[in-house]
């Protein structure tokens, strides 16, 4: 069972969907999850928003054979840190046999189901990695 | 002014069960199963996929198909008998999803396997009338069905979406007439809180499938003046390989024309999307100028008969996004084990 509560889901929502970060306009550095100030242009920096097309790379990953809470069904599975075309980095769950992941190997983004409150609560979709 | 498709998107899980491992799971003769159906292996969902994600992934294909600005859609409706949610709709999260939101009207359909086209004449309706600009139409299920019943051996996963406009420009397939044909039958339902539907045994072929298939085809036909050689290729709701063969032949139509659309047999019955997705892999197919004639049928029980003329704009979108074979490509193939804990069949303490 994921333990996040229904606001704080729903604030991030967009972001979560459609991989919507932003970038600085001064430096051009992009940013998910979405930074509202740059923390290298500080002040400086111009915040703007931006719909990452969600290709990427796999920079490292882990396989999970004993999962958390909720995830129990799902195991043996892999979580990885990709990194996006633009720049940024983030970690996710990658779909897929684990014996298939490799450093170095091309994801695309696919819409799943990240995880839900129990039976009862809300079910929780996002954006999370296939081999591309 | 003409209504029609301007894109269509298909999504299909890779996971694959063969009708072999069901069958041995509860002691059933695949062989006469195989031959019965003429349904040889079935797609089902990933651990995290559902209703909503497949809708999600054959929107997004639909709008990729002919580089629609969602921003244009208002209209999202999903038909599907397997909503992830009983009270929130399925709509909601594509239209966010997709980009579409917050200017739209949305809803759910229900109507068993034939939500999704009832879902598309109510674009249409809502596109000629000029209150929308384009609609999106979707169908997409993780269909259900109890372990060890006859309905397991077939329902599949699977979701189509269309998106209907009426600018001539960008029509892809002109929706040329629609005609429906509903009555009080009851073959098949699901009460509140029931994870499976229940089936009403003789009420299956002949009173529902085989009468609201053929009425509503012909129906249009009357109306439209056509008959079934003016058409190049047809499309009937595929619940099995069977139904939808027989359909055609009392119809007069022939194998032939039914070929390009008959997905059942290495797909399974992926109810709501399962008229929608023979029609996306005709179009896959199709050349500008072919006609279409399609009629689903949901249980319940009524059938929309449709009528399609293709235009030179498939050649232009066609490719953008996958095409239906390829979605039918490269399967996983798992055992019932796994079948069974993907579809939360295994309940974990």
Known sequence: MITMSVPRFWRKQIARYNLVGTYCKTCNEYFYPPRNVCPTCRRDGQIGEHKFNGNGELITYTVIHTAAEGFEGQTPYVLGIVQLEEGPRLTSQIVGDPKEMHIGMKVRPVFRRLGQSGERGMIYYGTKFVPA | ?349
Not at chain 2, 1 to 29: C, E, F, N
Request: glycine letters at 10%.
């Open chain 2, 1 to 349: 002014m003409s209504v029609g498709i301007v894109s269509y998107g298909a999504y299909i899980p890779r996971y694959r069960i063969k009708l072999d491992d069901i069958a041995k799971v509860w002691g059933d003769d695949a062989e006469i199963l195989k031959s019965g159906l003429m349904v040889f292996e079935k797609s089902f969902p990933d651990v995290d996929e559902d209703t909503a994600t497949i809708a999600v992934e054959a929107a997004r294909s639909a709008v990729r198909r002919a580089g629609i600005d969602a921003q244009r859609i208002g209209a999202v409706y999903t038909g599907s008998e397997s909503h992830p949610y009983a009270v929130k709709p399925t709509s909601t999260i594509v239209a966010e999803a997709v980009g579409a939101t917050p200017v739209l009207t949305a809803a759910d359909f229900e109507f068993a396997c034939k939500a999704g086209t009832a879902a598309v004449q109510t674009c249409m309706g809502l596109v000629a009338s000029g209150m929308i600009d384009l609609g999106m139409a979707i169908g997409s299920d993780v269909a259900q069905g109890a372990p060890g019943d006859a309905l397991e051996y077939t329902a599949a996963a699977g979701g189509v979406a269309f998106i209907i406009g009426s600018k001539e420009s960008e029509i892809t397939a002109i929706i040329e007439d629609t005609y429906s044909f509903t009555t009080d039958t009851p073959d098949f339902w699901r009460r509140e809180g029931m994870p499976y539907p229940e089936h009403g045994g003789r009420f299956t072929g002949e009173p529902g499938y085989f009468k609201h298939v053929t009425n509503a085809a012909r129906g249009l036909m009357e109306k439209m003046n056509t008959k079934p050689e003016d058409y190049d290729f047809a499309v009937f709701h595929q619940p099995n390989g069977k139904f939808p063969s027989r359909a055609a032949s009392m119809l007069g139509f022939s194998k032939e024309q039914i070929k390009p659309g008959l997905v059942v047999p290495r797909l399974g019955n992926t109810y709501s999307g399962s008229c929608m997705m023979g029609i996306a892999a005709t179009l896959d197919q199709a050349k500008p100028g072919d006609r279409i004639f399609a009629t689903a049928f949901g249980s319940g029980a009524g059938a929309d008969a449709f009528s399609i003329t293709v235009t030179d704009r498939i050649e232009e979108i066609r490719n953008s996004a996958p095409k239906v074979e390829e979605l039918l490509a490269n399967p996983i193939y798992a055992d019932y084990a796994k079948y069974a804990r993907h579809k939360g069949k295994i309940k974990l303490a």
